[in-house]
């Protein structure tokens, strides 16, 4: 499958099974509205006023703003992205003022900026939509004060537009397009059509609160992680900042430790140390409700939760929870861009969770499991959306030329049987073994060059394990099992080469495969270990996400933070600094 308020053509009806929940911690929310369902039940009032009508001059004037697409006393002057949906706005209204009505701001206008003002508690930054300009401009408006001029009217009224247009377009898809970043996820699908989205539902509108926000995602997660941003934005105003004290040797229960001070009042306000907790004042021993606290407090960073405080919990401790609030309003940006549902329920990994939720017919969460992911530096697993069409049992495994080349043909050059003691062969284009024993100087050239290719034969020893999962897509990323049964049980685990390793396949395969007549955990696990390599193709084909959030709010509220392993976070932060306009 493959995000208007930069254009386009309202939300596309993909949506049979709508409203997906939970994607990254588990719920669904069944009864929940598509966007444009609700807005268009949102009444009119009766006979409008007239927009504004400007002279002729001043018909000129905003026609000159709105095609240099530039207004020099906003926050982000340039709206050059935004132009031909301006264009279009002002078009519809014969370059009148629809913002303002006897040179006075409409109830309208003063609504949508009451919201912009808000924008901080939606992860979004209220001086994007010219926060600390309004006043201003509205005391320009002003008659007991001033004399309204045109000039002041309609510059109002562009700015109203641009801003409005913007906070639209963030809170209902994001401020950067994912394709910017390489990621398979198609925003198109949500666009609105943004002056006629004004026009009709917003302009002479009789809620614009209650219509702006059912813009916004329409996920309880998306819900709970705006509620933490509004948790830990305050957390970040009580924190009084201190750093913990570094340690030479690991902190135990019982050992002394000068900074249980500030580890008791950080431990208290995140809530991983219960408020009526005894902790006598003063106290220098590290024991007692401080471990476990501590505890709740590593199982929350993605830690391993031994209650020991070593250089990783203070330094995940030392953290600045105004760190953590951008955590939450970076992933928030990442919940803009999800399809607002999908014909079937999804499977969904979070790559910095290193986990893995699915979800059946009825809406719940079916099976969680725990993934291995690519490795950080090299071989990192991609973003994107695709549909899971088949499974197949005992897998070859075909080794990409790359790996081939870096990781199989060393060995080789080592030993000639290297491949035939390994469990691989050496097949031609159409997968033919080219024969076998050892590997000659002149198949060693024809593999470098790409004419001849490795794979791995089927059995419990092959890479890809007994069941692998094919969602086709242009990363050439799957699902599969894994002889390395041991790296499921670290904290941290990106150890593939891209692919997602998964700690039970088998209860995975009996979940896809639910719909296929015959297919239970029997039938699966005989052909897990039978003696043939069979395909089977799903009864229907389910959305898989691969998504990528270090912020997540389970259903039980807690907040959850994560390793920014792939420097994702990063990225985005450094592309929205540079502010609008945002690559498209």
């Given at each position: 499958m493959k995000l208007m308020a930069r254009g386009g053509r309202g939300i596309a009806a993909i949506v049979a099974l709508f409203l997906f929940a939970f994607l990254w911690a588990g719920d669904f929310d069944p009864s929940a509205r598509p966007p444009e369902a609700a807005i268009s039940s949102t009444p009119a009032p009766q006979a409008p006023r007239p927009p504004q009508q400007l002279s002729a001059g001043g018909q000129a004037a905003l026609h000159a703003i709105v095609e240099a697409g530039y207004l020099a006393e906003m926050r982000?002057?340039?709206?050059?992205?935004?132009?031909?949906?301006?264009?279009?706005?002002?078009?519809?209204?014969?370059?009148?003022?629809?913002?303002?009505?006897?040179?006075?701001?409409?109830?309208?206008?003063?609504?949508?900026?009451?919201?912009?003002?808000?924008?901080?508690?939606?992860?979004?930054?209220?001086?994007?939509?010219?926060?600390?300009?309004?006043?201003?401009?509205?005391?320009?408006?002003?008659?007991?004060?001033?004399?309204?001029?045109?000039?002041?009217?309609?510059?109002?009224?562009?700015?109203?537009?641009?801003?409005?247009?913007?906070?639209?377009?963030?809170?209902?898809?994001?401020?950067?397009?994912?394709?910017?970043f390489d990621f398979g996820i198609d925003v198109e699908a949500k666009k609105y059509d943004l002056p006629d989205f004004l026009k009709n539902h917003v302009v002479d509108g009789s809620n614009v609160p209650e219509v702006l926000a059912q813009v916004e995602p329409p996920y309880p997660g998306y819900r709970r992680e705006i509620q933490a941003l509004q948790t830990y934005m305050e957390l970040a105003r009580k924190d009084d900042g201190e750093q913990l004290p570094p340690v030479k040797k690991t902190v135990a229960s019982g050992d002394a430790y000068p900074g249980v001070p500030r580890l008791t009042r950080l431990l208290r306000l995140t809530g991983d140390l219960p408020t009526d907790a005894d902790v006598p004042a003063g106290a220098t021993v590290y024991q007692g409700p401080l471990v476990d606290a501590v505890k709740n407090y590593q199982r929350r960073h993605g830690r391993d939760p031994d209650g020991r405080i070593g250089a990783q919990?203070?330094?995940?401790?030392?953290?600045?929870?105004?760190?953590?609030?951008?955590?939450?309003?970076?992933?928030?940006?990442?919940?803009?861009?999800?399809?607002?549902?999908?014909?079937?329920?999804?499977?969904?990994?979070?790559?910095?969770?290193?986990?893995?939720?699915?979800?059946?017919?009825?809406?719940?969460?079916?099976?969680?499991?725990?993934?291995?992911?690519?490795?950080?530096?090299?071989?990192?697993?991609?973003?994107?959306?695709?549909?899971?069409?088949?499974?197949?049992?005992?897998?070859?495994?075909?080794?990409?030329?790359?790996i081939a080349k870096g990781e199989l043909l060393p060995g080789v050059?080592?030993?000639?049987?290297?491949?035939?003691?390994?469990?691989?062969?050496?097949?031609?284009?159409?997968?033919?073994?080219?024969?076998?024993?050892?590997?000659?100087?002149?198949?060693?050239?024809?593999?470098?060059?790409?004419?001849?290719?490795?794979?791995?034969?089927?059995?419990?020893?092959?890479?890809?394990?007994?069941?692998?999962?094919?969602?086709?897509?242009?990363?050439?990323?799957?699902?599969?099992?894994?002889?390395?049964?041991?790296?499921?049980?670290k904290s941290r685990r990106d150890f593939s080469h891209g692919c997602v390793r998964l700690e039970r396949p088998a209860d995975m395969a009996a979940w896809v495969l639910r719909d296929n007549p015959g297919w239970n955990i029997e039938r699966i696990r005989a052909a897990m270990n039978g003696e043939k390599t069979q395909q089977v193709n799903l009864a229907h084909p389910i959305p898989v996400l691969i998504v990528y959030g270090t912020a997540v709010v389970l259903e039980d509220g807690l907040v959850h933070f994560y390793d920014d392993i792939y420097g994702h976070d990063v990225a985005l932060e450094k592309v929205l600094e540079k502010g609008y306009p945002y690559p498209g």
């Open positions: 982000w002057p340039d709206f050059t992205d935004y132009r031909k949906h301006l264009v279009k706005f002002y078009d519809s209204y014969g370059y009148s003022l629809p913002w303002v009505r006897g040179l006075q701001p409409t109830p309208q206008a003063q609504a949508v900026i009451a919201l912009l003002l808000q924008a901080d508690q939606k992860g979004l930054s209220a001086e994007d939509y010219d926060g600390s300009r309004w006043n201003a401009r509205l005391a320009k408006l002003n008659p007991p004060a001033h004399h309204p001029s045109e000039e002041d009217a309609l510059r109002f009224d562009a700015a109203m537009t641009v801003s409005v247009m913007r906070y639209i377009s963030d809170l209902h898809i994001g401020k950067v397009n994912p394709r910017h919990t203070i330094g995940d401790m030392n953290v600045p929870l105004s760190r953590r609030v951008r955590q939450i309003q970076l992933t928030l940006e990442r919940w803009r861009w999800l399809p607002l549902g999908f014909q079937k329920a999804p499977i969904v990994v979070n790559i910095p969770e290193f986990r893995l939720r699915a979800y059946d017919e009825y809406l719940r969460t079916a099976l969680t499991m725990n993934v291995v992911v690519g490795k950080a530096y090299d071989h990192s697993t991609p973003i994107f959306i695709d549909n899971m069409e088949y499974v197949i049992f005992r897998p070859y495994w075909n080794v990409p030329h790359s050059s080592r030993d000639p049987d290297y491949l035939t003691k390994k469990g691989f062969e050496v097949v031609d284009s159409r997968q033919n073994v080219t024969g076998s024993g050892p590997v000659t100087d002149e198949t060693v050239q024809e593999l470098r060059a790409g004419k001849l290719f490795i794979r791995q034969r089927p059995g419990p020893k092959n890479s890809l394990g007994l069941v692998k999962f094919i969602f086709p897509n242009n990363y050439d990323v799957y699902m599969h099992d894994t002889p390395s049964t041991e790296l499921f049980s």
